[in-house]
Structure formats: structure tokens, C-alpha cells
């Protein structure tokens, strides 16, 4: 019963930076990776970052290569999203998703089957 929650969300300016954070609890945790999706309103579910427990891989979308870097703190099982020049269209609900190898590419949200519940990001102009 791993349990996924985010933290950090908020509102800034352009040019700003937030660092978000999922903390899994539960039983023993080893997913395939863990990723982080955002989702605006009326757009579809789209990919952000992904980190793979085997091998420390880092994966980004085109849009955030350079400003966004995804981290794990091993012995708490918390992978961060560090966010930096932000931008408006970075505006959208962040969420952590965990996968077990579905067999889906990482950039879908069917590769992963635990998400956690989403925090907020706002940038404004």
C-alpha cells in the first residue's frame, strides 16, 4: 500500500523557482521509476520528468530540459523536483507517479499505477 504525497506547489513570478517533493510511505519501495506529470486545465496529462530506481536514469521533456532537474533522497525515498525559470505555461497541477514496468513508455501516465493526489503551480507574467 505505497502511498504517494506532493508537497512544494505555490504560486511565483516568471523567471522563478520552486522545488516540489513526493515522499512515498509505505511497504519496501522499489518501482521501475518514479515521474513527475503536470496536467493544465483542458489539456491532456503531459510527461515532466522521470527518474529510474535502476541505474539513476534522469529523462525530461523537451519543455523543461535545462530548467527543471529531478532528484531522489535514497534513504527516505523522496524524489524532488527542482524547478527553476519558470514560466507561465509551466502553470499546472504537478503530480508524482510510481511504475512497476507496465510495459508503457515512461512519457504515458498508463506506465505508472501510483499516483499521488497533485499540488498546484502557478506562474504568472
Known amino acids: 500500500q505505497v502511498q504517494l504525497v506532493e508537497s512544494g506547489g505555490g504560486s511565483v513570478q516568471a523567471g522563478g523557482s520552486l522545488r516540489l517533493s513526493c515522499a512515498a510511505s509505505g511497504r519496501t519501495f522499489s518501482p521501475y521509476g518514479m515521474a513527475w506529470f503536470r496536467q493544465a486545465p483542458k489539456k491532456e496529462r503531459e510527461f515532466v520528468a522521470l527518474?529510474?530506481?535502476?541505474?539513476?536514469?534522469?529523462y525530461y521533456s523537451d519543455s523543461v530540459k535545462g530548467r527543471f532537474t529531478i532528484d531522489r533522497e535514497f534513504d527516505k525515498n523522496i524524489v524532488y523536483l527542482q524547478m527553476d525559470s519558470l514560466k507561465p505555461e509551466d502553470t499546472a497541477v504537478y503530480y508524482c507517479?510510481?511504475?512497476?514496468?507496465?510495459?508503457?513508455?515512461?512519457?504515458?501516465?498508463?506506465?505508472?499505477?501510483?499516483w499521488g493526489l497533485g499540488t498546484q503551480v502557478t506562474v504568472s507574467s
Open positions: 527518474f529510474t530506481w535502476s541505474g539513476g536514469r534522469r
Open positions: 507517479a510510481a511504475g512497476g514496468g507496465s510495459g508503457y513508455s515512461h512519457i504515458y501516465p498508463d506506465a505508472y499505477n501510483i
